[in-house]
């Protein structure tokens, strides 16, 4: 594989506070030669401040959902390969546009995508002061072990690397928050292998407020369709999930 292997893909939504230090960060990555930032309809300077910090900047007209932004990215990725007459595809390096200066730990994901023993990585992180998502997190978990057998740690990671492969043989991804759970059962029933991995991330934590439940809950609906729509039982979709919870 080519030593320049990586593209970075940042799906971001009104970041501008952050997407400077998170794309500087991620560029300086062993490999990396290219970031890519999807602006998916900021009401902000999310995409001036990413260009400005050296990312080529894809820009959605309105809020899409973060699996269109990955899937706008990697689709920018493939047409600047196109252009360059490029051998082999670059991997595809998807990571939250808050991580900041913690970017830049990125490398460890890549490198078992790079070796061929994985078709995808997931970054699993250190404890996040403030964060607290469990039910949603249980559900995702519980809906992937029981539709492909895997055990994932951190099922909602949104910073995960893939081969082209790999991410294609996901398409289309699963909509709004349900992306990462629909990747993980998608890859796997691909017949690509899914190697966790510690990677000192930092990144914003959702709060306890009425905005931050009202989040908690759009991630709940979306992992639920996902796990429907990819036929998990029945004992795990919204219903009765919330009952088996409960204890009814």
Known sequence: METSDL??????????????????AAAKVAGVDLVVVVDD???????????????????????????????????AVAA????????????????DGDLEGTAGN???????????????????????????HGFVVRLARDGIRSAVGFEAHQPLSG?????????EAALPLARGFGVETGLTIDVLRAGFRISEVEVEFRHRVTGADLAGQLHRARQYRDVALALAARRVPAALRPATWRARQAGR
């Open 7 to 24: 593209a970075v893909i940042v799906p971001a939504f009104d970041e501008e506070a952050r997407i400077a230090s998170t794309v500087e």
């Open 41 to 75: 309809g900021s009401a902000d300077a999310t995409a001036r401040v990413a260009r400005e910090a050296g990312a080529i900047v894809v820009r959605h007209g309105r809020n899409r959902g973060k699996a269109a932004a990955m899937e706008s990215g990697a689709a």
């Open 80 to 95: 600047i390969e196109a252009r360059e007459g490029r051998a082999e595809p670059r991997l595809l390096l998807f990571l």
């Open 106 to 132: 990125a490398a460890p994901l890549a490198e078992p995508v790079r070796s061929g023993t994985a078709g995808m990585t997931i970054a699993t992180l250190p404890p996040q002061p403030g964060g607290g």
């Open 159 to 167: 910073q995960r690397c893939l081969s082209r492969a790999a991410f």
